[in-house]
């Protein structure tokens, strides 16, 4: 299977089988003040962190879809390797729970959880908001999910 149908089924699976793209078009997501103070919800804040959960998966199958095959095709050529063929499938295993034991962390953290945006990026209900000492909010905060 190819990165590109691995990252398409990925991001399929997020919009379509989780539903959480048509609930957070229709329904956004909850957005809040720097004291957690919820503000109301957000479709522009829902669609952002669908898009960054999709590329965050992408990301994870990338490291797997790449070094365990290019290691193996360089292992292969050597001669203890092909002295002893039974031992592809587990340095196969290995090389593949290695890579996602590291690219798992890394792809999850390649969007923070908790997002920080601009007001002026959401809806205009959003735009003129004030905190209670009745200064212009700057920043309004959503978790995107994992």
Not at 56 to 75: D, E
Not at 87 to 110: E, H, K, Q
């Amino acid at each position: 299977m190819s990165l590109k149908e691995t990252a398409g089924g990925s991001s399929i699976e997020i919009l379509e089988t989780s539903g959480a793209w048509y609930t957070y078009e229709a329904n956004g997501i909850d957005v809040y003040d720097e004291k957690g103070n919820k503000l109301g919800k957000s479709q522009k804040a829902g669609a952002s962190a669908v898009k960054q959960v999709a590329i965050s998966r992408i990301l994870t199958n990338c490291p797997v879809l790449t070094i365990p095959p290019l290691v193996l095709s360089l292992l292969e050529k050597t001669s203890w390797l092909q002295k002893n063929p039974r031992f592809s499938v587990p340095i196969n295993f290995g090389l593949i729970a290695l890579s996602l034991t590291t690219a798992l962390p890394l792809a999850i953290a390649a969007f923070p959880q908790n997002v920080v945006v601009d007001p002026l990026k959401l809806e205009s209900k959003f735009w003129n908001l004030k905190d209670e000492k009745g200064e212009k909010l700057r920043h309004i905060f959503f978790n995107k999910g994992l």
